[in-house]
Every structure is written in structure tokens, then in C-alpha cells.
């Protein structure tokens, strides 16, 4: 390679630095992938603690840790919702986001009485959302 092939590809890579940005971080998911619960829908009463199935298609589960194209694992997201910067970053870790970093396909769920908030959400080996994210409709349910 001459050396003006060598200065222009520099040119070339450090003008697309930027352009990069913080979305380098997020994995790519594959167009039509969908994370949905199993055996809940949106208006069901439920007796605590409950089991939620963790339902994927187009995607595999594999557990947090772990980079392999095309999986990740599950979180729960409870009585909230992801902001845009949060589904650029990792994923908190408390009651109301809780990790299936096992790679989990369900999971015994303890909730107070009243009407909570479900969603599915995955996250790749690093718990970032895909881009773009791979989450299931919020579902309320009623916790008896
Ligand atoms: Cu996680």
C-alpha cells in the first residue's frame, strides 16, 4: 500500500469516528425478532407469586456473559418503562428491573395486591437493549 492509500484510509476510518457513537455499544437484533410473555395478557388477575413465561422468536436465549450473535437474555421490567437512554445502556438492576442472566425462560414472580405493570425486555450479553430493542407490549395485570 503507497503511502497515500495509507494517509487517505486514516482520513477515511477517523471520519467515521463519530458517526459511530455511543450505538457501537449495542448489539444488532435481527429484524422481526419479538420477546412476548407466554401464559399472561394484558387484563389478567393473578395470584402472587405467579409465573411468567418468557416467550422469543428469531432470536436465541443465551446467558448474560456471554456474546454469540443473534441472543441475549431476558429482564422483567415491573411498574416502570425504559426512557430512550435507558435502552441504550445497561439495563439497572433492582425490583423493578429484574435480570434472567441464567438465560431464564420463566420465572416465579412475587408482586404486592393491586394492578402492576409487566414488560419483557432483552438484553445482550452486557444487559444493553438491542438495537433496535427487542421488548414485548406492556401488559398490566392485577395482582389479587
Ligand atoms: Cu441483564
Known amino acids: 500500500m503507497s503511502m497515500w492509500n495509507k494517509t487517505a484510509l486514516a482520513a477515511i476510518v477517523c471520519a467515521m469516528l463519530p ?12 429484524a422481526g425478532a419479538q420477546v412476548y410473555f407466554i401464559n399472561l395478557k394484558n387484563g389478567d388477575t393473578v395470584s402472587s407469586p405467579f409465573k411468567v413465561q418468557f416467550g422469543l422468536t428469531g432470536m436465541g436465549v443465551a446467558p448474560a ?3 454469540k450473535p443473534n441472543t441475549g437474555h431476558h429482564h422483567l421490567i415491573i411498574d416502570t418503562q425504559l426512557s430512550p437512554d435507558e435502552l441504550k445502556a445497561p439495563i439497572a438492576s433492582d425490583a423493578k428491573h429484574v435480570h434472567y442472566g441464567g438465560g431464564q425462560t420463566e420465572a416465579m414472580v412475587t408482586l404486592p395486591p393491586g394492578r402492576h405493570t409487566l414488560q419483557l425486555v432483552l438484553g445482550d450479553w452486557s444487559h444493553v437493549p438491542h438495537a433496535p430493542p427487542v421488548m414485548s407490549a406492556p401488559i398490566t395485570v392485577t395482582v389479587k
Open 19 to 30: 458517526a459511530l457513537g455511543p450505538a457501537a455499544a449495542q448489539t444488532p437484533s435481527p
Open 65 to 67: 456473559g456471554v456474546e
